[in-house]
């Protein structure tokens, strides 16, 4: 015996009106266990690079100079965004403006873990008397910052994207 089917759904029952939904910011506590977990992995790595390789790698300006570039891509994106929707009251074309909160919470979440990982690995060569520890501690500070540069970026982009309460309706 097969089960009934679902009656087909009454085209007059109010349902063609398009439903509103909301996306949440990003979450902070899912910020701060990638932050955590970065850390984590970048202090591990170091030992396991040891153990492995019998040196653990240098950090080049690469990494925070990078870092720092998508920061101030996404500082710059997000003013261009927020001065379209909230100043000029202008609306983003669907996609777009998908694409931009897409943007901005995977580089706030990539940017929380990987200015994680640079922490920890500075974490990871504190107290190492070395000249090359000091480099490798330096840089990875950096690249920490750069991070957070585009954490930065990635909460404002997102938030550029929120559409304004509109005024007419109160």
Partial sequence: MTPPLDPPPDPDDGQDEPTQGTIQPASAGAMTAL?????????????????????????????????????????VTARATHRQVHVRRQRLEAHRAVNRLALGRAATYVGALVGGGYLGYAISWLGVP??????????????ALAAVVVVVGGILLERACRVPEDDSDA
């Fill in 35 to 75: 932050v955590v977990l970065g850390i984590v992995i970048g202090w591990t790595y170091h030992r396991v690079a040891v153990a492995l390789f019998g040196t653990a790698p240098l950090v080049t300006w690469a990494p925070p100079a990078v870092l720092a570039l998508v920061g101030v891509s996404l500082l």
């Fill in 130 to 143: 070395s000249e090359a520890a000091t480099q490798r501690l330096v840089l990875s500070g950096l690249a």
